[in-house]
């Protein structure tokens, strides 16, 4: 193998798939990146068995080949290149790369591509087309949702639907729930659903660039396994088997109270709650008054103490229908969900202190954020 590339394309490259390095593997060659000549351009593959990314740049080829190249080291020696050009050669014999640009010259001690595990190739006329600004916003609005707890795998993952013309996107940890509905351009063959790590979403958000190419999301029939296929990136990941709850009837029906408030208000609020209640248990108190006329409006007072650091409220002022509420959430999970909602207002429904709080964009239908409350205690 030998070819010429940009240094800023192969740091870019590599800055893309290094994320599915394996860190922790008894196979050697998963700590490695996969540099292979492919079709006129350099490809870049990396796996942990669970993630796999693809990137192909843009490369002079002079001569065909593949080899596994330490992912840290090679990564961090392309980031000090300061030359435009880097040449690549490799010694078949040795499984040596040479890598020269400006002044250096270096050697890197390479695996046998034979190795490394096979990647595999998408059938995109199955796949299903996808906005990539629509998709990156819904990911983000749920993927946060998804329990980070390896005790309940399923609850690790997002549950992707599509039925008739509509994609829906559902995370939840035990103690909040994300719902996320958008429609799609065109109706997919059949009903399909799957489960997919949120960490996976997590990195494709991450990877997608914004532009007018749109993702091909494939799930190949009998494999377990989801793909992505962007322009120049492909990303294939395992799912996880099982069956999701069915979250849609966890979703409060009714309520007692609805506070329409600034949503950067009420994340401030949160935040600064969040400085003194992350030193006990996370607990915000949510004092919901109705104003006493039309021309005095509602209040919200949300509240954070600690024992060790004192005590904050700040009072917002909001439109309450309903009745006065006292109820307590987890700060935290107040404030990553108002830190993706887009809209200028938000609408919190509320029960009882001991019912499921609601949290919805008001004049977005889409999407549904639901939380359990805390105790409240004296």
């Given at each position: ?11 870019h ?6 994320r599915?390095?394996s ?38 080829i ?26 690549m ?7 040596t ?24 190739v998408?059938?995109?006329s199955?796949?299903i ?8 916003e ?6 946060f949702a998804a ?17 008739d ?13 994300s ?36 993702i091909?999301?494939?799930?190949p029939p009998?494999?377990g ?5 962007l ?6 990941s395992q ?5 999701y ?7 409060p ?16 609020a ?30 919200v ?37 108002l830190?993706?909602?887009?809209t ?18 008001v ?16």
């Amino acid at each position: 193998m030998k070819v010429t590339v940009l240094q800023e394309n192969l740091a870019h490259g590599l800055s893309i798939v290094s994320r599915a390095v394996s860190a922790r593997s008894t196979l050697p060659v998963l700590s490695n990146v996969l540099v292979a000549t492919d079709d006129g351009r350099l490809r870049l593959s990396a796996t942990n068995l669970e993630m796999g990314i693809t990137c192909w740049i843009g490369a002079k080829i002079s001569e065909e080949g593949s080899t596994t190249v330490p992912a840290r080291t090679f990564t961090e020696l392309v980031s000090t290149l300061s030359d435009k050009q880097v040449e690549m050669a490799l010694t078949v014999r040795t499984q040596t790369l040479n890598i020269r640009s400006g002044a250096t010259n270096t050697d890197l001690k390479c695996i046998d591509a034979q190795e490394f595990p096979p990647i595999p190739v998408p059938d995109l006329s199955n796949g299903i087309e996808l906005n990539v600004a629509d998709l990156k916003e819904m990911i983000q609005q749920v993927a946060f949702a998804a329990s980070t707890d390896e005790a309940r795998p399923i609850l690790t993952g997002v549950q992707v639907v599509f039925k008739d013309n509509h994609i829906t996107l559902s995370a939840a940890d035990g103690f909040r729930l994300s719902i996320r509905k958008a429609e799609l351009s065109s109706t997919p063959p059949r009903q399909l659903q799957a489960i997919i790590p949120a960490r996976t979403l997590a990195e494709l958000a991450r990877i997608a660039a914004d532009g007018d190419q749109p993702i091909i999301m494939v799930l190949p029939p009998g494999r377990g396994q989801v793909i992505f296929h962007l322009k120049d990136v492909e990303l294939v990941s395992q799912l996880i088997e099982g069956t999701y709850p069915d979250v849609e009837q966890l979703v409060p029906r009714n309520y007692n109270t609805r506070s329409v408030l600034s949503t950067s208000a009420f994340l401030k609020a949160c935040k600064q709650a969040e400085i003194f209640a992350r030193e006990g248990s996370h607990i915000a108190r949510i004092n919901i008054i109705p104003g006493s006329s039309e021309m005095q409006p509602g209040q919200v007072e949300i509240t954070g103490q600690s024992e060790e650091t004192g005590y904050s409220q700040t009072t917002v002022d909001a439109t309450i229908e309903g009745k006065e509420q006292l109820i307590a959430f987890n700060v935290r999970f107040l404030r990553e969900v108002l830190d993706v909602i887009k809209t200028p207002n938000v609408a919190l429904e509320t029960s009882s202190d001991t019912s499921p709080g609601v949290i919805r964009p008001v004049g977005e239908e889409y999407f549904v954020h639901v939380i359990m409350p805390m105790h409240l205690g004296d």
